[in-house]
């Protein structure tokens, strides 16, 4: 099994909608959440960062962590045609002053004029 | 504040030829790491270097090293190439925040 799984879609919804992606991970001693967006041809760029359980608001992006289900959510409301892109969860372990990430492999998004 | 940068953006080698990728992180951080990424695998961690001292390896063969200045400029090299590692090779250097984590946009790693 591995440590972060997420559903690789592809997704496409239509302008307008809310987006639901969603990642679960095994190992509960992570203790940082992220959400990255990565357009083609391009470095991943971070969207959303927390490191509690519960829901995190910036714009028309919502981060949702379940410590307890091991289970983490990204909700896009209003979905544009610019959110096109694949998502990527990370989650970090930091310990002995090392830091790492670890990812999901990524949901393709592409939102329909 | 200029961004993470990474040379060469394009790679062509054959198998059993070796490779080196630069990283410059963005000014003032100190930790830099390296991620292989393709379409199967994912994102996956290869190292990660601080303070010119490798902190943190990934499960990869040892192939795959690399290296940091003291400018905190970074290299990775792989020797021996193989087919399987044609790749995204992304770089990310990090602040003292841990959302201070910033990737550049990639060596494309074509391997013949």
């Known amino acids: 099994q591995k440590e972060v799984e997420q559903d690789p879609g592809p997704l496409s919804v239509p302008e307008g909608a809310i987006v639901s992606l969603n990642c679960t991970y095994s190992?509960?001693?992570?203790?940082?959440f992220m959400w990255y967006r990565q357009y083609s041809r391009k470095g991943p760029e971070l969207l959303m960062y927390?490191?509690?359980?519960g829901n995190k608001e910036d714009g028309r992006f919502t981060a949702q962590v379940d410590k307890s289900s091991k289970y983490i959510s990204l909700f896009i409301r209003d979905s544009q045609p610019s959110d096109s892109a694949t998502y990527l969860c990370?989650?970090?372990?930091?310990?002995?002053?090392?830091?790492?990430?670890?990812f999901g492999k990524g949901t393709k998004l592409s939102v329909i004029p | 504040k200029a961004g993470v940068t990474q040379t060469p953006r394009y790679l062509i080698k054959t198998r059993g030829q070796q490779v080196t990728l630069s990283c410059s992180p963005i000014?003032?951080?100190?930790?830099v790491s390296w991620y292989q990424q393709t379409p199967g695998q994912g994102l996956q961690f290869l190292f990660e270097y601080f303070s010119e001292t490798q902190r943190n390896k990934g499960n990869f063969p040892g192939r795959f090293s690399g290296r940091q200045f003291s400018n905190s400029r970074s290299e990775m090299n792989v020797s021996t190439l193989e087919l399987g590692d044609s790749a995204l090779y992304l770089c990310s250097s990090r602040g003292s925040s841990y959302n201070e984590q910033f990737f550049g946009p990639g060596t494309r790693l074509t391997v013949l």
């Open positions: 190992n509960s001693a992570f203790q940082y």
């Open positions: 990370a989650i970090a372990y930091s310990g002995a002053g090392s830091y790492q990430l670890t």
């Open positions: 927390t490191y509690s359980s």
């Open positions: 000014s003032g951080h100190r930790s």
